[in-house]
């Protein structure tokens, strides 16, 4: 007999930041060997390596999420993107061993439909999968260049930059001929900006707007920001518009400022710059690219080989953790994709 | 002699509804015959027939104008879109009695480059040529097909919808076999909005918020909002974007609402439903799509001619009425376009 513990959400959390008190362990025994034979044709049994625990999440934990998504469901184990390896299967694709990246809850053990997985690309670790070449890298890949239409040359500020999407926007950015402005809230996540080769880095913590906008206009050497990558908003994002140049994009991605709060927040407002300067701000989410994430994964997939790409991910231990991880991730506790590694490959 | 009579602007007016005593009517003579006699090659004397006062000017009558524009100078008349008659030209494009659309100054009279003029098309009517024909059906054009990217079908909301853009709006909208929902400020606006064809109407004065939200809903059946024309700001779109659809598009035309504060207004943010609805906000000015404006206004001549696009003025009489006639506008008194006839042809 084998544990499989299980994290579920005991209610849904409106406004404020989540507790560990929100989240509830369940505990069953499972016995591997009597469920891998109980396996339907084309379902696997797999084994969770690693959670990835993500921003966008804090809205399925509301009562009323966002429209693009539903909230969790109380009495299941919460999901998200995560690293498996497969202990039985009854797919001809796989064999007890394969590691795929997956849709998977937050277990020790799942029982999953074969056509749920993607193998691993040989060579990719966990994290990568979970980052560079997963859906995080995606979402800052159609967002500069989908959405924020950067062009060779330009100056692109990335809010959260030292984030998973973040560190990653920036380095495409670069890849791309421009000039990257990063702002982040600590002094060692500007350290690892710069080691990823941004030019200028900000620390955004206890500056407001006037501050915020002398530091990101002084960073552009005068020029002012043609693209506007953005994970935050608030306060950082309105020191931001007020640098955009004219014809500049702002690739709104995220809101990570506003996501527990239980009411929208008010601050400036945006139409009149919209206007005078011509600027376009569009929120996009990664899925509407479903079509080319193909062609995408495989532009990335080479940059990461080549080593134009970095991955960089917090790894915490233990399922029993991913609550703490997540907690931590909206406390801008985690430099780089936050993950959760659950057990190690057998 | 006749008289030449210009409206000055006294001192900039940063902030608050500008009042006729920040204008000044400076008289002077002018002896036609000799004024026309010294003429230099090129160059035209015309007799100001028609001015056109629009919302953007309040941007020039401030001390920190908009990027996109500058201050009006101060010891010189004001200017802005209007028709003229030529009295005398020394080009050989333009003879005595032609009318032509050109950038005027606020006076009876004045000497222009030829280059400047363009020859009212035969059979249009002066408020014609400053609203269907001109930059405002330009603006329309522009902010609803390319900014807005209206696909036939759709449901448009305009703000505004009396004004000289946003009855054009309505009507291109009409064209492209879309549903209109027009805002605007008064019973009478609301019937001629009715009479244009506007499918659904809505006053929007003495409403907050919530009766906006809900009024707008019930407009489009429950539907959404595919496209959103903004010539206001302010509560009526915060309204509007709360009825936004999936992928629906702001076109950013004007923020009427902000026009008379010193300090940039705040209201609620908007980035959270950009990014949870994947909504494009763009600003736009018309001198942004140049190159294309003479396709444009060849394909809004043709609706015109066939009667699909309706020409509406509201007509002020006498160039000491052009600030009265402004100032005016800006609170609304308009229906369709806001004209001053300054002269009949001669």
Known sequence: MSKNRGIFLKGYVDEGLPTESDFKLVEEDIDLKAAGEALK?????????????????????????????????????????GVVQVVQSKSPNFTAGDLAVTFAPWKDFAVLPAKM?????????????????????????????????????????????????????????????????GIAGSDEKLSFLKELGFDKVINYKGKGYAELFKEISEATDGKGVDVYFDNVGGVISDAVYSNLNNFARVATCGVISAYNEGQLPTGPRVEPALVSKRIKMQG????????????????MLEW???GKLKDKATIKE?????????????????????VVKVADPQ
Chains 1, 2 share one sequence.
């Not at 996009?284 to 532009?299: I, K, T």
């Not at 233990?318 to 994709?337: C, M, R, S, V, W």
Request: charged content about 15%; hydrophobic content about 45%.
């Open 318 to 338: 233990g399922l029993e953790n991913t609550p703490k991880a997540f907690i931590g991730l909206l406390q801008g506790e985690n430099i780089g994709k936050m």
């Open 284 to 299: 996009f989410l990664v899925g509407d690219f479903a079509s080319q994430h193909e062609a995408a994964r495989g532009e």
């Open 41 to 81: 044709e084309g379902e696997t049994l797999v084994r969770v390596l690693y959670l990835s625990v993500d921003p966008y999440m804090r809205g399925r934990m509301k009562s009323v999420p966002p429209s693009y998504t539903t909230s969790f469901a109380l009495n299941m184990p919460l999901m998200g993107n």
């Open 117 to 181: 997985l993607q193998k691993l690309p040989s060579g990719i670790v966990a994290s990568a999968a979970l980052s560079v070449i997963g859906m995080v890298g995606l979402t800052a890949y159609f967002g500069l260049l989908h959405v924020g239409q950067l062009k060779n040359g330009e100056t692109v500020v990335v809010s959260g930059a030292a984030g998973a999407t973040g560190c990653i926007v920036g380095q495409i950015a670069k890849i791309k001929g421009c000039k990257v402005i």
């Open 304 to 306: 990461f080989k080549e």
